[in-house]
């Protein structure tokens, strides 16, 4: 069995809501909201899901960004909530991020040299620094002369480029990319995801990558994770997650991936999905997707699945009373 690096245990994150009378906490946010999962080390988990889902709360969670309501993260087999300033900044070290927008991630006031070494002056490491610095440059596909240039200077691919090398300044164990290629263009999102998995490979790290595209998942992704409303739907290794999804919520996230063959494109079987993303902050009772569903019954109002198997497939976990199986007809667009 593969060795996790990562644990994610029962993890919660909630934001308070303030109440308009005297402004008292009224309710919560529930971002995240019971999650377990698992990375092995030198692979990548795929976490996937529409915007509010909590995606990027979770991210920022597992960098020390924010401090979990109740749960458990432990990285090699040890549990980084609550450690003392010693640990955490060594796990600062070897935990990583990589933001979502190259636009705003990157400070405008600083070359791209400095931005890249930034964490080695912050860690002390300031022995050949510009020589060091230009290494990571070359490493992600930049050159040497764009050291003494400022982001504006760069298009945006070059941007998350810089913001990768950033992250690799202090050779991190395993990096949280949080959306890396949503603002590129789509022939640039391949270049970078290349350079991710080159990176991989050639320095053994894992990664968290979320995104909301399941195509840009399947060419990155060994296991994926779907969420919806702060709760893990379905998880699965990236081949049987892709070819026998079990969860209605999942199946729609990938009907609507678009085929490149127009005439196929017209042919097939959509399953689409009703109403709008329900609110973090008053969720629905019982399974949380039973709202849009459309193969909700009287006990998905009531009761809340749990993540577990639905067959023999121990390591295909399924939130859901009712999974599809492979070939069993749902409601789309085209019945």
Not at 113 to 128: F, H, Q, S, V
Not at 211 to 216: N, P, R, W
Request: hydrophobic fraction near 35%.
């Amino acid at each position: 069995m593969p060795e996790p690096i990562l644990e994610i245990r029962n993890l919660e994150m909630f934001f308070p809501v303030k109440g308009k009378v005297f402004q008292k906490e009224k309710d919560f946010v529930k971002a995240v909201n019971g999650v377990n999962l698992k990375v092995n080390k030198g692979e990548t988990l795929g976490i996937v899901g529409e915007s509010g889902c909590g995606k990027s709360t979770l991210a920022r969670t597992l960098v020390g960004l924010l401090e979990p309501t109740a749960g458990d993260i432990l990285f090699e087999g040890k549990s980084i909530l609550g450690s003392g300033r010693k640990q955490m900044h060594q796990l600062r070290k070897d935990i990583q991020m990589v933001y979502q927008d190259p636009y705003t991630s990157l400070n405008p006031r600083m070359k791209a040299g400095e931005i890249i070494a930034a964490p080695l002056k912050a860690y002390r490491m300031t022995d050949n620094l510009e020589r060091r610095v230009k290494e990571l440059m070359d490493r992600v596909g930049l050159k040497a002369e764009d050291y003494a240039k400022f982001p504006h200077q760069f298009s945006g691919g070059q941007r998350q480029r810089i913001g990768i090398a950033r992250a690799l300044a202090l050779n991190p164990k395993l990096i949280i990319l949080d959306e890396p290629v949503s603002a590129l263009d789509v022939s640039i999102q391949a270049q970078v995801i290349n350079l991710l998995e080159d990176l991989q490979k050639e320095l053994g790290l894992t990664y968290v990558f979320i995104a909301h595209d399941l195509s840009v998942i399947k060419h990155i992704a060994d296991q994926v994770a779907v969420m919806y409303l702060g709760k893990i739907m379905e998880v699965s290794d990236s081949e049987s997650f892709y070819q026998d999804a079990r969860h209605p919520y999942t199946n729609a996230l990938l009907s609507a991936i678009p085929f490149p063959d127009p005439e196929k494109e017209k042919k097939r079987r959509r399953l689409v999905l009703g109403g709008e993303l329900p609110s973090p902050a008053d969720p629905p009772s019982g399974c949380v997707f039973h709202t849009r569903c459309p193969l909700a019954q009287d006990r998905c109002k009531m009761e809340i699945p749990c993540l577990e198997p639905k067959d023999e497939n121990t390591e295909h976990l399924v939130s859901c009373f009712y999974p599809i199986h492979h070939g069993t007809p749902v409601p789309s667009e085209n019945n």
